[in-house]
C-alpha cells in the first residue's frame, strides 16, 4: 500500500471528505467514490461509509493506494535550464523562463521543468508516491503557461506539498502577475468576477462560462502608453487558479494580453518586438511550509518584455 496521512488544517475544516481527498491525493471525485467504496479511506481511524462526510480540524485522514497505481515518473535531464531563486530542504521556488513547459503531456514528453528538476533533485521521484499525486507532477502544487515567465514554488516532501496545497485552496498563496494589455483600462484598479471553463470551439482555450469554475482576478494599473498604440502596464491578483485565467479574464473586459493571440480578438500590438504574451509572474508569498515564516519574492521583466516596455511611448 501508498499510504497518505493528512492531520486536517483549518484550511479544510468543514469540507466534504470527497472533496479534501481528490484536493489532497490529486485524484477525480470518480476515483475518490472507488477508494471509498474499497474501504481505502479513514478519518481517525475509521472507515469513511458517506464520501458527502464533512471533516473536522484536527482530525486524522487517511487514505491507502493501491501499489499498481504508481507508475514511474520522468527521468532527470541535466540540460534543461532551471533558475532556483531560493531552495531550502521543502521547498523550491523557481524563475520559470518563457517556452518551457512545466511538466510533461500531450506533445511534451521531455525538456520540462519537471525534467531539469527530476536531474537536480533526484528525490523529488518518489514524491508522487508519498502524497497521491500524478507521477508526472513531483512537486509540481501550481503552473505557469508555456508562455509566461515568472515565480513559481516547487515541494520537496510531503509535508511541503499537502502545506502548499492547503494554502492554495485557503488562498493563502499570493501570486502576483505584470500584463501589458491592449488599449486604455478604465479606472485605477478592477476587479474581474467571471467563471472560467473550457471553451466549446476550441478545446485549448479557455472562455467565460456559467458553467465554469469560480474565478477572481484583481488588477491595478501601473503605467499607461500612448505609442504605438494604446496600451496599459498592469499588475494582476489571482484570487483563484484556474488554467489561463489572467488572459482570460483580461480579454473579457476588452484588454487582452499584448502578444497574446488565442485570446487576442485579432487584435495586435504594432511593431511588437515579443512572440508571447505579455505576462510575467512577479511576486509570489505564502507560509513555510514547516516554520510558518511568510516568506516572499519578486522577479525583475526578462529581457524581451522589458525591451518592449522600453519602446512604448507615455
Do not use: C
Not at 481505502?40 to 464520501?51: M, N
Request: zero cysteines; hydrophobic letters at 40%.
Amino acid at each position: 500500500m501508498s499510504d497518505l496521512a493528512v492531520v486536517v488544517p483549518a484550511s479544510l475544516d468543514g469540507v466534504r471528505v470527497d472533496r479534501a481527498v481528490a484536493l489532497l491525493a490529486d485524484v477525480s471525485r470518480s476515483a475518490v467514490d472507488a477508494l471509498v467504496a474499497d474501504g481505502r479511506v479513514r478519518v481517525d481511524g475509521k472507515l469513511v461509509a458517506s464520501r458527502s462526510a464533512h471533516l473536522r480540524e484536527g482530525q486524522t485522514l487517511e487514505v491507502d493506494r493501491p501499489e499498481e497505481q504508481v507508475v514511474a515518473g520522468p527521468e532527470g535531464d541535466p540540460t534543461v535550464d532551471v533558475v532556483v531563486v531560493h531552495e531550502d530542504s521543502d521547498v523550491i521556488v523557481i524563475d520559470k523562463q518563457a517556452g518551457l513547459v512545466v511538466h510533461p503531456g500531450a506533445g511534451h514528453r521531455s525538456g520540462t521543468l519537471v525534467h531539469g528538476l527530476v536531474a537536480r533533485y533526484p528525490e523529488l521521484s518518489a514524491l508522487p508516491a508519498e502524497v497521491g499525486s500524478e507521477p508526472d507532477r513531483p512537486g509540481i502544487v501550481h503552473r505557469l503557461d508555456r508562455g509566461t515567465s515568472g515565480l513559481m514554488v516547487v515541494a520537496r516532501t510531503p509535508v511541503a506539498y499537502h502545506s502548499l496545497v492547503s494554502q492554495l485552496s485557503a488562498r493563502a498563496v499570493s501570486r502576483t502577475y505584470r500584463a501589458l494589455v491592449l488599449g486604455q483600462v478604465e479606472g485605477e484598479s478592477g476587479l474581474v468576477d467571471a467563471p472560467i471553463g473550457r471553451s466549446v470551439s476550441s478545446p485549448t482555450r479557455m472562455a467565460i462560462s456559467r458553467k465554469g469554475k469560480e474565478a477572481r482576478t484583481r488588477y491595478q494599473v501601473e503605467q499607461r502608453f500612448t505609442s504605438p498604440a494604446p496600451t496599459t502596464l498592469v499588475r494582476a491578483s489571482l484570487e483563484t487558479g484556474r488554467t489561463h485565467q489572467i488572459r482570460v479574464h483580461l480579454a473579457a473586459i476588452g484588454h487582452p494580453v499584448a502578444g497574446d493571440e488565442p485570446y487576442s480578438q485579432g487584435r495586435s500590438l504594432p511593431g511588437a518586438t515579443i512572440n508571447r504574451p505579455f505576462l510575467h509572474a512577479y511576486a509570489l508569498a505564502f507560509d513555510h511550509p514547516t516554520t510558518g515564516e511568510r516568506l516572499s519574492w519578486t522577479s525583475d521583466l526578462p529581457e524581451d518584455l522589458a525591451a518592449q516596455l522600453a519602446a512604448l511611448g507615455e
